[in-house]
């Protein structure tokens, strides 16, 4: 069997070879490349397309036998299993309107909550003094036995006088926020890309230095004052982010904008912006 050219695998620090191998086979897995029960390449062949030893090979085959994707046959080789994890359906108008139907049904963890200063950039960001103290709220939500997000959340301390533990376990932020009588007017948000350290990878049940997802947002009131700095990090492999607009809207920031943090050429003297698109 022929396959696909690829680069060699990263001799950096950072991800190690086998995963990097292991991602790379899953990828053709799922994507149909090398299809279900079908013969992959020999761990000799895949020693010279990745460049690697015997022994990384074997640890990146093991590891996604463990996962279900492959299965080997004693002087047979290794095939691709006929029994694949569930593929994510793709984000058509069925999906989307069937989400607004049926929300996912999370079970929430309440790791901490306090009264503290929020660091310099959140403070900024909610226009709260260096020495103004916030209600900080972290939160791990699990789809049966697998941790799904981790919400990281500021709330300034007039805005916070029913987020405790009790009622965080109970009701989603927005919900007590609004029970307190406060309109929700603009949201800004983000989402980025981050390599997991050893604490979300530990709540988040996966190795450092994989990427994880993140969306951050600023919620504002009627009269623009912001009221929840709102941080949330999932891991690829479980989350993803879907949007659902108007095609009418689907060139306008209000659906969300790509901004390229790369210094760009410009004359002397002026300031470089960030990039759009």
């Known amino acids: 069997m022929t396959t696909p050219v690829t680069p060699s695998l990263h001799r950096t620090k950072g991800t190690s070879l086998h995963r990097q191998m292991f991602l790379v086979l899953r990828e053709r897995i799922v994507t149909g490349r090398y299809p279900a029960d079908s ?16 022994i990384t090979v074997r640890r990146a085959l093991n590891d996604l036998e463990v996962a279900g994707y492959l299965r080997r046959k004693q002087g047979l080789g290794t095939f691709v ?13 069925n999906f989307v309107e069937a989400l607004h139907k049926s929300a996912e049904e999370t079970r929430v963890e309440v790791l901490s909550v306090e009264k503290t ?4 950039t959140i403070a900024e960001q909610m226009h709260l003094a260096p020495d103004v103290r916030a209600v900080h709220a972290m939160r791990l939500r699990r789809i049966g036995d697998v941790p799904v997000m981790v919400s990281d959340a500021w709330v300034p301390e007039q805005f916070a006088k029913s987020i405790t533990a009790t009622t965080l376990k109970k009701h989603a932020m927005y919900e007590i926020l609004l029970s307190q009588g406060i309109e929700f007017g603009r949201v800004i948000q983000e989402v980025t890309a981050f390599a997991a350290d050893p604490t979300f990878a530990r709540w988040l049940d996966t190795e450092v230095g994989v990427p994880l997802l993140r969306l951050s947002r600023i919620v504002y009131d ?8 709102l941080t949330l990090t999932v891991n690829p492999e479980h989350s993803r982010i879907v949007v659902d ?3 009418d ?8 904008q790509l901004v390229h943090d790369v210094p760009r050429p410009s004359a002397v ?5 960030p990039s759009r698109r």
Do not use: W, Y
């Open 269 to 273: 003297g002026k300031k470089r912006a």
């Open 245 to 247: 607009m108007m095609a």
């Open 39 to 54: 013969l992959i390449p020999t761990e000799e062949d895949l020693c010279n397309h990745f460049g690697v030893s015997r």
């Open 249 to 256: 809207s689907m060139n306008t920031l209000r659906t969300g």
């Open 81 to 93: 299993s006929s029994d694949l994890p569930a593929a994510r359906e793709a984000a058509t108008l």
């Open 117 to 120: 200063v929020p660091p310099p």
């Open 222 to 229: 009627g009269a623009r004052t912001p009221v929840q700095h």
